[in-house]
C-alpha cells in the first residue's frame, strides 16, 4: 500500500511534468546525462548534433527547460527567438549560410514530431526540396 504522501508527491510531480521530463532523452542531453556531440551551450539552450541526419549539416537546437511541443500553453516568446537567433549563429558556424540552411520545427505525430522536447533542426549543406515531403 502506497502511503497518502507518497501518491500526492508522484500526482504533484506528474503535473509539474517531472515524470516526463525523467523519461525525455532530450533533457538528458540537456543535463549531460546522454552522450551528443555539442556544437554550442548557453543558459538556455543546448546546440547538437543530430543522431540520424537528414542532410550534410543536421544540428538540433533545443531549450534547456522541457517543453513538451510548440502547442504547449504560454512558451516563452523570449525563449523562441533566442532558439531562432542560435540556429542563424550556428549555420555562420558551419558555413551553410551563404548557400541556404532550412529551420523546421515539427509539431505532433502527422508533422513527424518523434521526440517530444521542443527542438528546432537546422538543416543544409545540399539542396533542399520544396515542399518537404
Ligand atoms: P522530430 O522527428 O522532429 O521529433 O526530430 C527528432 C530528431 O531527433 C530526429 O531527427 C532524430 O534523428 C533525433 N534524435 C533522436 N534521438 C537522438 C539522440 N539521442 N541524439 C541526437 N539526435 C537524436
Ligand atoms: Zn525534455
Redesign the pocket.
Known amino acids: 500500500m502506497i502511503p497518502f504522501a507518497v501518491k500526492r508527491l508522484i500526482f504533484y510531480a506528474y503535473k509539474k511534468g517531472v515524470m516526463k521530463m525523467l523519461g525525455c ?1 532530450f533533457c538528458q ?1 540537456a543535463a549531460g546525462q ?1 552522450p ?1 556531440t555539442i556544437f554550442h551551450e548557453d543558459d538556455r539552450c543546448v546546440v ?5 541526419p ?1 542532410a550534410p549539416v543536421h544540428l ?1 537546437v533545443i531549450p534547456r527547460k522541457h517543453i513538451s511541443s510548440l502547442n504547449e500553453e504560454n512558451v516563452d516568446e523570449n525563449l523562441l527567438g533566442h532558439l531562432l537567433a542560435v540556429a542563424a549563429k550556428m549555420a555562420r558556424e558551419k558555413g551553410i549560410d551563404g548557400s541556404g540552411f532550412r529551420t523546421v520545427i ?1 509539431t505532433n505525430a502527422e508533422a ?4 517530444f522536447h521542443l ?1 528546432l ?1 537546422v538543416l543544409g549543406g545540399r539542396i533542399l526540396r520544396w515542399p518537404p515531403g
Open positions: 532523452i542531453v546522454k551528443a547538437f548534433q543530430d543522431i540520424n537528414k538540433l515539427n513527424g514530431q518523434t521526440v527542438h533542426h
